[in-house]
């Protein structure tokens, strides 16, 4: 009987070009050096175990993987005393209070008041006491533990569900700036005018009227019911005739004009949850400007794939950004960016997938015309 280690997969040649990093799982035995030595080191990439195969080999290592996990999470966490923030968890406000913030992580979280105390919100406290940056306690002057913490500050109370914590943790740790929508609380915020660009002036006026003189004088009749689209005669361009091959109208987001953007027209979960800002030095919390993006979060096992009036409810909640100048010889980047954007933030316990959800003119976008840029009529 043949050894059952021989019908190991570890135990075939692939070449380097087979291998992708990005399919195997991290060996956890690698943390075993936070337990064992006062001075670890960052973690390498080792050998990585895949679908099991029923060696004892592999039992072993995944034993050790997991004893390993457990006793870097069983290790203490000290805070530095010259950096040490204390926070207050005010349970009938959802908040903590911080009376001396130090750091510069402060700069980018809380809302401070009139006396100079700084208020942190549900997601924000998590984030920082989870880094190691504040210790929470009661009001009672009773410390905090994590597990006391996200009951906390998860729930019907603050509003606060783990995925958002999720998505905004795992933003902050990318670098960006996140903050509440503004209707985070009520969900019924103040209708916000959003205004489509007009083409008007004197110049756009005389172009327009020469352009119909002229097209009704020497361009060719409409077309007959039962005729042909285009018919024989002189033609002084081809954007004459490509217009009477357009039979589809198609939709354009520049006709939407003015029009009040509230959050009550997203159905939940798809409504803005968070405003996000790439990070800059001059960023400032009094003033933070026009979001870079913004983001809805989505719970993947109890949210199905939105419908066509969920995603357009989405996109007109938000306010009008048309595509930057600078795109308009670039009609995959302008289609990109489209005129209203939203990101989808899905979650599958844990797992964070980013969609972006933009509404597009596909229509204006004149491909037979290398180079053109689109303009109003």
Known sequence: MADVDEENPRTFQTSADEVDLSDETVDWRVLGVFSKSEHPTVPRRGEKDFEPDGTKHQDRVLADSRQAMHDALSLERIQPPKSHVRAIWHEYLQRALVAKPRGPHFQTVGKQDSNGNLWLLPEETLWLLERGTVSCWWESSLPMSLQGCYAACLGDASGLTLE???????????????????????????????????????????????????????GPGPSPPGGPLVEPGLWRSYDGIYKRLTLIPYHDPILA???????????????????????????????????????????????????????????????YDPPPPETQRHSYVRLKHGHRNAILAVVDQGVISYLRLSDAGFGLEKIIKPGYTYERE
């Not at 005018?193 to 009704?216: D, K, M, Y």
């Not at 009550?264 to 803005?272: N, W, Y």
């Not at 030095?281 to 009036?309: C, Y």
């Open 164 to 218: 958002h914590f999720q998505v905004f943790a795992n933003l902050k740790r990318t670098g960006y700036t996140v903050m509440r929508v503004p209707s985070w609380d009520s969900r019924d915020a103040d209708c916000v005018t959003s205004t489509a660009p007009q083409q008007r002036g004197l110049s756009t006026w005389v172009v327009g009227l020469f352009r119909s003189i002229f097209g009704f004088a020497f």
């Open 257 to 319: 004009g003015s029009e009040c953007v509230s959050s009550k027209k997203a159905d939940p979960p798809f409504r803005i949850a968070y405003n996000v800002w790439k990070p800059r030095p001059s960023f400032k919390k009094s003033s933070p400007g026009e979001p870079d993006f913004r983001v809805a979060v989505i719970n993947a096992r109890e949210t199905s794939v939105p419908t066509l009036r969920q995603v357009s409810a989405l996109l007109e909640s938000v306010p």
